[in-house]
């Protein structure tokens, strides 16, 4: 277990996710894709502040947690995410029957 | 003594004119239209007081000599300047175009009563004059250029003055192409001078500059500054003559003159009779220094002069249109013109210049005075009008032996004086040469006699044949539109007195102007005007001023023999013994006389093979393939990509949510691996 | 160490697998699933790199409260029988995202983050001490020359402090926005007129 080997995880997550949001039909699916990016994201912050962060830090050590920090916040966005994603899910289902994303075309030009 | 603001108001008074014409007159309408004419006459009044005080003072030995206003330093030595060049030629060109000018003012204020217009005429006539007092002012060769090509404008102008009529508009047409072909030359001579600037500049001198162009073609031994020479210099003179071929109707570039009558009459007279057509004249002449140094040039100059002198004399013969007859008659005379700048006559062609001014001003008068009354232009259906008008008549019959050179007519003395100096040469051409082209002249002398009564017995003598009435009837049994100036109109009977009045005085004029101005053989007229006063004048602008030579009565009478046996010709062929009727014996001339109808086919020539085969079907039809192909192709594809581009960002914009994050992320991607691989 | 190797590697396993689970499935309840799954394996990283709170919140939030939304927002809509399929953008996306990856993976490999660490330090040889240094633990803080009492803030201290102390207004901010999720969520799921 290395900071190289966590990062190429998150990467891999990452990319996983990024491609499920783009390439998924399903609203629902889409979102779970996200989440598998907010994952990502996270194990990088967290990594970084169990690698780099102490060697980086030149006067006070608040950022050695600085990375946990912002995992926190990440992960309460994401439940807020998750909140109004499902939210829209369901109105979207209530007026287009259906959630799939290739119907929900009505903004275009 | 003038001061500059005085002569500069010579040339702003007609511009003055001009733009209160155009800008508060014409808006007026039709109710303040006379006023226009007022306005023209006025300032052009002025003009020919103020230019008459120019020639008695100058004579009186005044130099004036002005410093140029700095308009623009092209280069060293290439200064664009506007100035006045007061010199001889100047002050006798400003008389002439003033005086020609404000006659025909006077003249068209009856002539053009009534057309609807009338101020857009004055207008025009306004800015020829301003363009012509310019041309013959400028001390700049660019400034002339400019004035030279204002003429060529305004001539366009009044030839298409009555525009809604197709041969109008494409007489118009003509003229201003063909002359533009002529001028390109000119051009070229001032490109060329250009690019030798800084030879110019070496010695101190500007390359645009009238007198400085003069003194560098002068050779260095002569005192000049010897700067073009040789080749260089034939090829200067003729660049320059091209543009004065084009302007003064030479051969080959004379076939837009007899087009040139469908403008008003008046116009005829003022423009392509007496004044712009002389610019090309006037151009030789400006550049008789440059050209009197290169023999070759002045042998093409001579040749060419002589050559258009005869062949425009032999259309004439043929021609039915009274107006073409003169026309084709002004081609000839600025021929005799040409002739003797180029056999080195320098004095003796600006006197022809003077006195051709006033005789062929006052016989286009009198052709649209015919007009008036006759309602047509065709001397076929004119006859018998001596009784009717007999004002015009005599008027005529004085210009038109004027024109032929009978003693002691103006052009007489001018006329004479041309042959006189052939005969004897100047040492500018060869012998040869200058006998080649008194032969020529002389037997343009014959057939001037002989055209010019031809059309004086047409016109008046015989049996009135129907006039515009006639014409209008035959041309409509022959299913042809009918020409240019042909009206039901016709009332026999002498033209208003705004008419004749200014043909009275240009009828004196082209009595007494060839002996008054330039008397010979005398010693003084009233002790006033010493012997030779006009063509010494001249001479005195010149650096080696070429003397007359002295009168000869052996010259005098041969060519008035000359002239008398053309008048006798025509008189046996039209009047005596039987009175022309209908038929013009000279269709009997078969071949030949179609030929000269025809106008030697050049007009064929040019319209129809050059234009029509070679430009329409070649020149023409490339470009419109690259203009349809290339160009078009061009801004199609412009068109197309634009067009793709838009559906390719409509693409973008489908709504469809994943597709927006996707090119972010794509754009994401892109930047960060080329900061990998750049970076 | 051959423990938290395998256990590592377990963990990256079941992570990656799950992953790919989840946006290939078809099936969306057991995508859904799958992704409860991949929470959990990555809550094991935590655990690895010393975030033990870090870890507990992750079960808590993402397994207990999120995986749990996304089974409910599942079941809740009928389209589930049509199941995960994918779009028309799936080439483009695909090679996007393999690009990135290509891309991330080359900077992580290829980057020498030790020299980070210099940034952050004296004097070379200080870096040599604390080159094996996992969290900040006392002894591992004393030795990279900070003074005694910043070693005792980072080793006494805890996220706790950091949140409600130096990052109280994000953290307040979060909080707002969370409420306003809450608001906007209900708003949107009650739907119009109801």
């Keep these: 277990m290395s900071l190289e080997s966590m990062l190429v995880i998150a990467a891999v997550l990452f990319c996983i996710g990024l491609y499920g949001a783009l390439a998924r039909k399903n609203f629902i699916a889409v979102l779970m894709s996200i989440e598998l990016m907010f994952n990502g994201v996270n194990l990088t912050l967290v990594a970084m502040g169990r690698w780099v962060a102490p060697y980086a830090v030149q006067e006070t050590l608040s950022a050695v947690l600085t990375g946990q920090v912002f995992a926190v916040f990440i992960i309460t966005v994401a439940a807020a995410e998750i909140a109004l994603g499902l939210g829209i899910v369901f109105a979207m289902f209530r007026t287009n029957e259906s959630v799939d994303l290739t119907d929900a075309a009505a903004m275009r030009h | 003594m003038l001061t500059e603001p005085l002569v500069w108001a010579i040339f702003l008074l007609p511009v003055a004119s001009f733009l209160l014409i155009g800008v508060v007159v014409r808006p007026l309408g039709p109710s303040m239209a006379k006023a226009a004419g007022y306005l023209t006459i006025l300032a052009l009044g002025i003009g020919f007081v103020l230019s008459l005080w120019l020639l008695r003072s100058s004579a009186h030995g005044v130099v004036y000599d002005f410093v140029p206003h700095l308009w623009l330093n092209l280069a060293p030595g290439a200064s664009i300047q506007m100035g006045l060049l007061l010199d001889p030629l100047t002050n006798v060109m400003l008389v002439v175009v003033t005086g020609v000018s404000l006659m025909v003012q006077i003249y068209s204020m009856a002539y053009m009563d009534g057309d609807e217009s009338f101020a857009r005429y004055y207008a025009y006539m306004s800015l020829f004059s301003a363009s012509m007092i310019g041309l013959v002012l400028a001390s700049n060769i660019v400034q002339m250029y400019a004035f030279w090509e204002l003429v060529g404008l305004s001539s366009y102008l009044l030839i298409g003055f009555w525009h809604e009529r197709p041969s109008a508009a494409a007489a118009a047409k003509k003229a201003f192409i063909i002359t533009r072909i002529g001028d390109v030359g000119f051009l070229l001579a001032i490109i060329f001078l250009f690019f030798r600037a800084d030879e110019f500049a070496a010695q101190g001198l500007n390359a645009l500059h009238i007198p400085d162009i003069w003194q560098a073609a002068a050779p260095l031994a002569a005192g000049g500054a010897g700067i073009v020479a040789g080749g260089a210099l034939l090829w200067l003179c003729l660049g320059l003559f091209a543009g004065a071929a084009g302007k003064s109707g030479q051969f080959p570039l004379h076939t837009w003159l007899p087009d040139a009558m469908e403008g008003p009459t008046p116009v005829s007279a003022l423009i392509h009779a007496a004044t712009m057509v002389a610019a090309g004249v006037f151009l030789v002449g400006r550049f008789f220094p440059v050209f009197s140094e290169s023999e070759g040039a002045m042998m093409v100059v001579a040749l ?50 003077f006195t051709h001014a006033f005789f062929k001003a006052l016989l286009f008068l009198g052709a649209g005075s015919v007009n008036h009354s006759a309602g047509t232009f065709n001397m076929m259906y004119m006859g018998g009008l001596r009784k009717a008008m007999p004002f015009t008549y005599w008027l005529t019959v004085i210009g038109a032996l004027s024109l032929v050179g009978i003693f002691p007519l103006a052009g007489f003395w001018s006329k004479d004086e041309i042959l006189l100096e052939a005969w004897l040469g100047t040492g500018a051409v060869p012998t040869t040469v200058s006998l080649l082209v008194f032969l020529m002249l002389l037997a343009g002398v014959l057939l001037t006699a002989f055209y010019s009564f031809r059309m004086v017995h047409l016109t008046f003598h015989g049996e009135f044949r129907g006039g515009g009435e006639q014409e209008l009837h035959d041309c409509e049994e022959a299913g042809q539109p009918a020409p240019t100036g042909v009206s039901h109109h ?61 009168f000869s009565i052996a010259m005098a009478v041969i060519s008035n023999v000359v ?34 109808a025809q106008r030697y086919y050049l007009d064929h020539l040019y319209e129809g093979l050059i234009v029509g085969r070679v430009f329409y079907r070649i020149v023409a039809a490339i470009t419109d393939w690259v203009d349809r192909n290339i160009v078009d192709g061009i801004v199609g594809l412009v068109g197309w990509i634009s067009r793709n581009i838009g559906g390719l960002i409509a693409l973008a914009q489908n709504g469809q949510v994943q597709t927006y994050p996707l090119v972010a992320a794509a754009g994401g991607v892109v930047i960060i691996v080329l900061y990998l691989i750049l970076g | ?175 707002l926005l969370l409420l306003a999720a809450a608001i906007g969520g209900l708003a949107l799921a009650r739907g119009r007129g109801r």
């Design chain 2, 490 to 550: 016709v009332h026999l009977g002498e033209s208003p007195w705004f008419m004749v009045g200014p043909m009275v005085f240009l009828g004196v004029s082209a009595v007494v102007a060839g002996w008054i101005a330039n008397p010979i053989g005398v010693k003084s007229i009233f002790g006033l005007i010493p012997s030779h006063w006009l063509t010494e004048y001249f001479a005195s602008g010149l650096y080696d001023g070429h003397h007359a030579p002295p």
């Design chain 2, 563 to 596: 002239a008398l046996a053309g008048i006798g010709l025509a008189v046996l062929t039209y009047m005596w013994p039987r009175p022309f009727t209908n038929n013009d014996p000279l269709t009997k001339g078969g071949v030949v006389h179609t030929l000269l």
């Design chain 3, 1 to 175: 160490m051959w423990f938290e190797q395998v256990v590592f590697w377990a963990l990256a396993v079941v992570a990656i697998g799950g992953a790919v689970g989840v946006v290939m499935v078809r099936d969306l309840f057991r995508a859904a699933l799958l992704l409860a799954t991949v929470f959990v394996a990555v809550g094991g990283f935590y655990v690895m790199m010393n975030a033990e709170f870090l870890a507990v919140v992750q079960i808590l939030i993402y397994v207990g409260a999120i995986a749990v939304l996304f089974i409910f927002g599942v079941m809740l809509t009928r389209d589930v029988r049509q199941g995960n399929t994918p779009n028309r953008l799936q080439i483009p996306a695909a090679l996007v995202s393999v690009l990135l990856l290509a891309a991330m993976l080359f900077t992580a490999v290829t980057t020498d983050w030790t020299t980070l660490a210099g940034l952050g330090l004296e004097s070379q040889s200080q870096i040599a001490q604390t080159q094996a240094v996992g969290i900040p633990d006392a002894s591992s803080l004393a030795a990279s020359g900070l003074s005694a009492q910043e070693v005792e803030s980072i080793a006494g201290g805890g996220l706790a402090d950091l949140l409600i102390g130096e990052f109280v207004l994000p953290f307040e901010a979060v909080s």
């Design chain 2, 304 to 353: 060419i002069g002589a050559f258009t002198a005869v062949f425009a004399a032999t259309m004439g013969l043929a021609a039915n249109d009274i107006k073409r007859v003169m026309a084709y008659s002004t081609v000839s005379q600025l021929g005799y013109m040409m002739a003797a700048l180029g056999i080195g006559a320098y004095n003796a062609a600006l006197f022809h210049l």
